[in-house]
């Protein structure tokens, strides 16, 4: 009869003992777990920012090349200027480049966005290239006619 009562005993203080490793475990694993969430949260929290900022950085130059499109040609240079100089474009970099083809000139025109804390780093980048022919019209050119519609003739009379 001691014999199973100690042993009893034995058998009680295993099942608590394997109950306290179960649990020791469980513990970890949880640990662990909380912890891959957090930095994935934390990670995500940065990547949306970052695609905030890219998106705003992209409208931005977006909106400038629309601005600088209404412009006449011979007004492109002079609108760039005030475009610098406005303040609601700030992060933005343009690039002009001349350039002919044939009997006609031209400017590309690249608006960069860029990183406020880091101007190397461009976040998104438009273009916008402007033609402007060159071949003067001949002084003794008639003026185009218009062509009148077959028949149009026809019922006048």
Avoid: C
């Avoid at 179960?22 to 990670?43: F, H, R």
């Avoid at 190397?120 to 273009?127: N, R, V, W």
Wanted: charged content about 25%; aromatic content about 4%; glycine content about 6%.
């Amino acid at each position: 009869m001691v014999w199973h009562s100690q042993h009893r005993l034995l058998n009680g203080a295993r099942a608590r003992g394997m109950t306290l490793i179960e649990v020791s475990a469980t513990l970890v694993v949880l640990a662990i777990t909380g912890v891959a969430i957090s930095k994935w949260v934390g990670i995500q929290a940065r990547l949306d920012r970052q695609t905030e900022h890219r998106v705003a950085a992209s409208l931005a130059a977006q909106n400038a090349i629309e601005r600088l499109r209404d412009t006449g040609y011979a007004d492109l240079e002079d609108a760039i200027v005030n475009l610098r100089n406005d303040a609601s474009v700030e992060g933005l970099r343009f690039v002009t480049s001349a350039f002919s083809v044939d009997s006609a000139t031209g400017v590309h025109l690249r608006v960069d966005a860029t990183d406020s804390s880091d101007p190397t780093i461009i976040l998104a980048s438009e273009h916008l290239w402007r033609i402007e022919s060159t071949t003067p019209e001949p002084a003794d050119a008639e003026p185009a006619s218009e062509v009148e519609p077959q028949g149009a003739s026809d019922e006048r009379e």
